[in-house]
């Protein structure tokens, strides 16, 4: 028997009974709940839901309108993704001042190159800031600054343009600002980051700074899914590259900046791909899928990698010892 497997996401006030409202209609239609999942952040409900629609006694329109009905009645804001809807591929970008992380998305997919098939788009790009209008505008894209000024952002209006675009994954290239809950819970699994370091080593501001006053030799930057945990979502994949005596924050920053916009491609293109999912809160590559996913360092470095000594094995000789040699 073929599941379909569909995935409803609550968002909201945390209403006392509001679990039971929703798995009971659910029930009253035939829908078989596969799992559920609950958090509260700040204030914030939110619950994700994966339930079998194969059988339903009702259609996706009606389903759609019944749950529509039931969050205004609770004052949530409820979601559903049939697995059709996932193949929406519609990628916004968000942006703040810093152009060769979302140059790089726009350039890839003017040539056919954000999904391996060809076959996603970047929409909209959406910035906390006006600095990048005009390379929207070079790249035929619209823009909109959701910003107050000093990039604050007005996450009503960013949901609003998500919504509109119909947004199927957001890609924050260099985005300087956290997004809430508010933002977060509503597209889980669905925001990807590139953060400039080797995660878990300094999180947060001033990455590059923080590598440098630290006297690291190895630096690295990575993409990872967006949680409400400040950069502690899921590692996609990761570049790193060596640093130079008495390097300058700058000069690091010039070695890492191309390696942002690679990673952050990289994680985009596997997402679309459909060839990671998150296990346990870590991302694992799909059995069978097709892509050939570049999560580390690239295959010279790999190589360059010493193989002994391991502890409590023997060391391998080139040479066999000859008789009489000492």
Known sequence: MTR?????????????????????????????????????????????????????????????????????DLDVDIQVRFPSDRDARRVALLVTKETHAPEAMLEAEANGELAEDGEAEIPVVIGNRGDLRSLAERYDKPFYDVGDGSGNT?????????????????????????LSPEVVFRYEGRIINVHPSLLPAFPGAEAYRQAKDAGVRI??????????????GPVIAQRAFDVPDGATVEEIKRRGQPLEAEVLLEAVRLHLADAIAVHRGTVHVREGTDAE??????????????????????????????AGSD
């Open 4 to 72: 379909e497997l569909t995935e409803i996401t609550v968002v909201g006030g945390d209403e006392t009974g509001l679990i039971a409202r929703v798995t009971s209609l659910l029930f009253e239609r035939g829908i078989n709940i596969e799992g559920l999942d609950q958090a509260v952040r700040e204030g914030v409900f939110r619950m994700t839901t994966r339930v079998d629609t194969a059988e339903m006694t009702t259609s996706r329109g009606e389903l759609r309108r019944a749950l529509a009905e039931l969050g205004r």
């Open 154 to 178: 007005d996450e009503g209006r960013l949901l609003d343009l998500l919504a509109e675009y119909d947004v199927d994954l957001i890609a924050l290239a260099r985005y300087m600002r956290i």
């Open 219 to 232: 630096a690295g930057v990575t993409s990872h899914y967006v949680t409400t945990d400040l950069d502690q």
């Open 293 to 322: 996913p570049d999560l580390g360092l690239p295959a010279a470095a790999s190589e360059a990698n010493p193989e002994e000594p391991v502890d409590g094995e023997p060391l391998t000789r080139s040479d066999p010892p000859t």
